[in-house]
Antibody, heavy 119, light 109 residues
Framework: EVQLVQSGAEVKKPGESLKISCKGSGYSFTSYWIGWVRQMPGKGLEWMGIIYPGDSDTRYSPSFQGQVTISADKSISTAYLQWSSLKASDTAMYYC????????????WGQGTMVTVSS | EIVLTQSPATLSLSPGERATLSCRASQSVSSYLAWYQQKPGQAPRLLIYDASNRATGIPARFSGSGSGTDFTLTISSLEPEDFAVYYCQQRSNWPPEVTFGQGTRLEIK
């Protein structure tokens, strides 16, 4: 079964760092782009950026450039999203999703990781 | 950055009725337009790709149309499980740059 499994919910304080993960299975992880999408409470979907695990080529949305870092470890079929200094406004659900080039769409989604930042 | 504008923000209809959702791009995206459905507490699900192609397992009552800057998602006869939020998404350039519309909430009247 093709799936993306994300790490569990996190509760952090402002200023702390965080790295969440997204593990792919059931397909060739290095052959598909993996995107990250933010959904703030009660709000819509926002594309944050995307990485190609085969060579770690990465693109960021202008809104998130410099705010987060996207990386991948192809040896363990895992993509990451990290923050160096969290803010309360980073509180959101974060999804990873596989971009299928032939469809120009995200065909497989992770279950989401809820990040709560509160003092 | 290409902006996608969805309308209406909320659509109130009854089961059995036809739903028409719109997505307009700030510049041409050719046919690189997808639609997703999201229910509360769930990840989005791909419905339509390349403007008019149904994804695997999507019922025939869902259809997409359009090209360039104007796109439509139509649900021919609403089922109770169709009441959800719908998003459009475009891909431009390669390596890909992506944007989502702000969503249309389809609610039971």
């Amino acid at each position: 079964e093709v799936q993306l499994v994300q790490s569990g919910a996190e509760v952090k304080k402002p200023g702390e760092s965080l790295k969440i993960s997204c593990k792919g299975s059931g397909y060739s992880f290095t052959s598909y782009w993996i995107g990250w999408v933010r959904q703030m409470p009660g709000k819509g979907l926002e594309w944050m950026g995307i990485i190609y695990p085969g060579d770690s080529d990465t693109r960021y949305s202008p809104s998130f450039q410099g705010q987060v870092t996207i990386s991948a470890d192809k040896s363990i079929s895992t993509a990451y999203l990290q923050w160096s200094s969290l803010k309360a406004s980073d509180t959101a659900m974060y999804y990873c999703a596989r971009l299928r080039k032939a469809l120009d769409a995200f065909d497989i989604w992770g279950q989401g990781t809820m990040v709560t930042v509160s003092s | 950055e290409i902006v996608l504008t969805q309308s209406p923000a909320t659509l109130s209809l009854s089961p059995g009725e036809r739903a028409t959702l719109s997505c307009r791009a700030s510049q041409s995206v050719s046919s690189y337009l997808a639609w997703y459905q999201q229910k509360p507490g769930q990840a989005p699900r791909l419905l339509i790709y390349d403007a008019s192609n149904r994804a695997t397992g999507i019922p025939a009552r869902f259809s997409g149309s359009g090209s360039g800057t104007d796109f439509t998602l139509t649900i021919s006869s609403l089922e109770p499980e169709d009441f959800a939020v719908y998003y459009c998404q475009q891909r431009s350039n390669w390596p890909p740059e992506v944007t989502f519309g702000q969503g249309t909430r389809l609610e039971i009247k």
